[in-house]
């Protein structure tokens, strides 16, 4: 800002850092190079975000919320529900934070970590606008995913925006029955609608369609529940990211064995649906989603 003083601009510099975020804890993976950092806000209050490493470049999953409202059963960020928004300023901060302690440039960005971003849309808005602005980190639009459990009035808004993003749906369910025993967001929204909702941002925006599916040992991952699916989606333009649920310790859900998710997934392939096992990043460090700060805050409170 040249429309102020040399000094006022060193004053500035020293009294109001940009950045805010205070790095808690960084575990380190020793099998494929996965961050994960805990940065504790103005506030006190501690979020987390992941750095993946991959061969196209350096990704960083964030939080968009701190805590979560959405209530999913096998999700460690949820249990003690949403406790504020995170301003676009702390979202775009976890991704400059760690291309500063990495020295290295972030090329992906997946607003996959805690909260629910289409629950906070208006600062997830202004993060995406940042984040792709030429005076900003210029990231392109296509190497941003936005992951969202369904909310159909959102979705309808973000294919509006003219933004070629990826979507990812959590589905993780083949029905709606199912979907509402892992999932209290279906109770309030069909899976119909939220399919609807789904194909809409993909006619209007025509990027590939992505589906989360956790496994759950005994609930969601027979032959039956892969042929229902194949089924639902049959003629979207989808990839199907299969994920064996990461067990929490506070709920008793567990794993499916790796033959289910094998044979969940070529039930899927002789349906000619696109489908990737999704490799377990991290899963020496807590890294799935909300389990570090989870035990951060088990550790931190009397
Ligand atoms: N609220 C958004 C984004 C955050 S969760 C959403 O629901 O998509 C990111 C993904 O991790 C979601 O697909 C979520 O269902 C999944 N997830 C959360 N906890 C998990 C666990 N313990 N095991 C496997 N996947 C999990």
């Known amino acids: 800002m040249t429309n102020l003083s040399k000094d006022l601009r060193e004053t500035l510099k020293e009294s109001e850092p940009l950045t805010v975020l205070e790095e808690v804890d960084a575990l380190h993976s ?6 994960k950092y805990l940065f504790r806000l103005k506030d006190d209050r501690v979020i987390e975000s992941v750095l993946m490493k991959y061969h196209y470049g350096n990704s960083v999953c964030i939080s968009s919320q701190v805590g979560c409202r959405m209530g999913c059963k096998f999700c460690a960020s949820t249990i003690g529900g949403k406790e504020r928004d995170l301003l676009p300023s702390e979202m775009l901060d976890q991704i400059y934070r760690i291309q500063s302690l990495t020295g290295e440039r972030v090329s992906h ?22 984040l792709t602005d030429p005076n900003g980190l ?48 279906a109770a309030k929204y069909d899976l119909s609608e939220v399919l609807d909702a789904f194909r809409y ?27 229902e699916l194949s089924r ?3 003629g979207l333009n989808c990839h199907v990211n299969l994920i064996p649920v990461n067990p929490i310790k506070e709920r008793n859900f567990r794993q499916s064995e790796s033959k289910r998710v094998q044979s969940f997934k070529n039930i899927l392939e002789k349906n000619r649906i696109n489908v990737t096992i999704r490799r377990e990043m991290g899963a020496d460090i807590n890294a799935a989603c909300g389990q570090l700060r989870k035990s951060y805050m088990d550790s931190n409170t009397v």
Not at 109 to 130: A, K, Q, S, W
């Open 30 to 35: 020793q099998k494929d190079g996965t961050v």
């Open 109 to 130: 960005v997946v607003v996959m970590g805690t909260g629910e971003p289409f629950d906070n849309y208006d600062n997830l808005m202004r993060f995406i606008r940042i």
């Open 201 to 227: 941002y993909y006619n209007k925006t025509g990027r590939r369609l992505t589906f989360e599916y956790s496994l759950v040992e005994g609930i969601n991952d027979e032959e039956e529940h892969a042929r």
């Open 138 to 185: 210029d990231l392109s639009a296509r190497n941003i995913t936005v992951s969202t459990c369904g909310i159909p009035d959102r979705i309808r808004a973000f294919a509006g925006e003219g933004l070629p993003i990826t979507l990812a749906l959590s589905l993780h369910a083949p029905n709606n029955e199912i979907r509402k025993q892992l999932m209290p967001v």
């Open 232 to 234: 639902l989606i049959k």
